[in-house]
């Protein structure tokens, strides 16, 4: 299995500011995700985390509004940037292993007034 | 059409009941299929993971694939308070690549 950790748990911003969120996992994984998960909806796939090299965004997401950083195999950064009401989600962090292995983090809570 | 739909209930059954929670989806080329449970405030937890069609059982939960429907479903079995969640089902869209699009997401009340 692989053990995850997201910082902040929750976070209540105001428009126009930024948000970074940090997510660590307990040993070393090459494919990392994050997903949003917006009130009431499912799970989106916002991006795949490359180490070494720029994250890879899904369609309706762009870098500049959430630029990812991957400096390792364990660790990656998501900034929600110039944030509006809009962006009030569930922020996820996730692990693949290949196979059955696809774990997620626990989700950082984010409400942007 | 969205790619995997999910009926998002609220569904809910007594103790012990059979539940059955379900997902279509569009493309015919997806192989490799998921059920995530997920408690409030929680991440997701994966249940059950099917590649390709059939049954898998796990204690008291089956997942089922059928793709000549294109339908992919969740039977639990004896269920419990404790089951109460969000069921989500998945897929993996670009060949287990970890790449997943989810179901909008059941979700399950079992009372005592």
């Known amino acids: 299995s692989a053990v995850i950790s997201q910082k902040p748990s929750r976070d209540i911003c105001q428009r126009g500011t930024s948000l970074t969120i940090q997510c660590q996992v307990d040993?070393?994984?090459?494919?990392m995700f994050w997903y949003r998960q917006q009130p009431g909806q499912s799970l989106t796939l916002i991006a795949t985390?490359?180490?070494?090299?720029?994250?890879?965004?899904e369609s309706g997401f762009v870098i500049d509004k959430f630029p990812i950083s991957r400096p390792n195999l364990t660790f990656s950064t998501l900034t929600v940037s110039n944030m509006s009401p809009e962006d009030s989600s569930i922020y996820l962090c996730?692990?693949?292993?290949?196979?059955?292995?696809?774990?997620f983090g626990p989700g950082t809570r984010l409400l942007v007034l | 059409q969205k790619e995997v739909e999910q009926d998002p209930g609220p569904l809910s059954v007594p103790e012990g009941a059979i539940v059955s929670l379900n997902c279509t989806y569009s493309?015919?080329?997806?192989?490799?299929f998921m059920w995530y449970r997920q408690y409030s405030r929680k991440g997701p937890e994966l249940l059950m993971y099917?590649?390709?069609?059939g049954n898998k059982e796990d204690g008291r939960f089956t997942a089922q694939v059928d793709k000549s429907s294109k339908y992919i479903s969740l039977f639990i079995r004896d269920s419990q308070p404790s089951d109460s969640a969000t069921y989500l089902c998945?897929?993996?869209?670009?060949?287990?690549?970890?790449?997943?699009?989810f179901g909008q997401g059941t979700t399950l009340q079992v009372k005592p």
């Open positions: 040993s070393q994984v090459t494919m």
């Open positions: 099917t590649y390709s069609s």
């Open positions: 985390a490359n180490q070494g090299s720029e994250a890879t965004y």
């Open positions: 998945a897929i993996d869209g670009s060949s287990n690549t970890g790449k997943l699009i």
């Open positions: 996730s692990v693949h292993r290949g196979g059955e292995t696809q774990y």
């Open positions: 493309n015919s080329a997806f192989q490799y």
